[in-house]
């Protein structure tokens, strides 16, 4: 059973477009939500964050919609550029454990 | 500062074999986690240590995983025997100590069971 539900599984976004992925949760106790950013042969990389008592965080061209009420939340990536092509995942964190829980993530290509 | 490492980037196996993951951390962070990405699946959790205790190895799949950490320094993960299903990339993080957001990952190591 998947707590944290991601999609699109993938996504192609022309240069200059936005890219918007979403997730779903269950779980009530969560209290931190992630975003990361993972580049071939590297390791995930927190690109963006947000509790649960803002609506919004934007850092740049990424922005995090939060719903509380529907329990979702997504990443918007304005001016898509090729060189945000990368595998995304969100996440969510409980407020008793330090442990991340992914989605299963999201192959995102920007053509130039 | 370097970042988290780990060794080695690939480890290919046959069925039955024995194979340690190691995890160095980045300096000074006193959790260190790992997870496992099975193809395209989600990145799941195994276990979690603060210095060298396990606070938490409710994601580890069976005993055939053993995790520790040594002096609180470095980790390993071994895996004995090792079967088809253990195939998919090893990640290690760390973060510093009591906190429970931004985790930094390492670069994984892709494990092949043949």
């Known amino acids: 059973q998947q707590q944290v539900k991601q999609s699109p599984q993938s996504l192609i976004v022309q240069k200059g477009g936005i890219s918007i992925i979403n997730c779903a949760y269950e779980?009530?106790?969560?209290?931190?939500f992630p975003w990361y950013q993972q580049f071939p042969g590297k390791g995930p990389a927190l690109l963006i964050a947000?509790?649960?008592?803002?609506s919004e965080k934007k850092e740049g061209r990424f922005t995090i919609s939060f719903n509380k009420s529907a329990k979702q939340f997504s990443l918007h990536i304005m001016d898509s550029q090729p060189g945000d092509s990368a595998t995304y995942f969100c996440a969510a964190q409980m407020d008793s454990s330090y442990k991340l829980i992914f989605g299963s993530g999201t192959r995102l290509l920007v053509r130039p | 500062e370097a970042g988290v490492t780990q060794f080695p980037s690939h480890s290919v196996i046959e069925k039955g074999q024995t194979v340690t993951l190691r995890c160095d951390p980045i300096?000074?962070?006193?959790?260190l986690y790992w997870y496992r990405r099975v193809m395209g699946k989600e990145i799941k959790f195994l276990l979690h240590f603060v210095k060298e205790s396990k606070q938490d190895e409710s994601g580890m799949p069976n005993n055939r995983f053993l995790a520790e950490r040594t002096g609180g320094t470095y980790s390993t993960l071994k895996v004995q025997p090792a079967e088809l299903e253990d195939s998919g990339v090893y990640f290690c993080a760390s973060s510093q100590a009591g906190v429970r957001g931004e985790q930094f990952f390492g670069p994984g190591t892709r494990l092949t069971v043949l």
């Open positions: 300096s000074g962070h006193d959790n």
């Open positions: 947000i509790r649960p008592d803002v």
């Open positions: 779980n009530t106790a969560f209290d931190y």
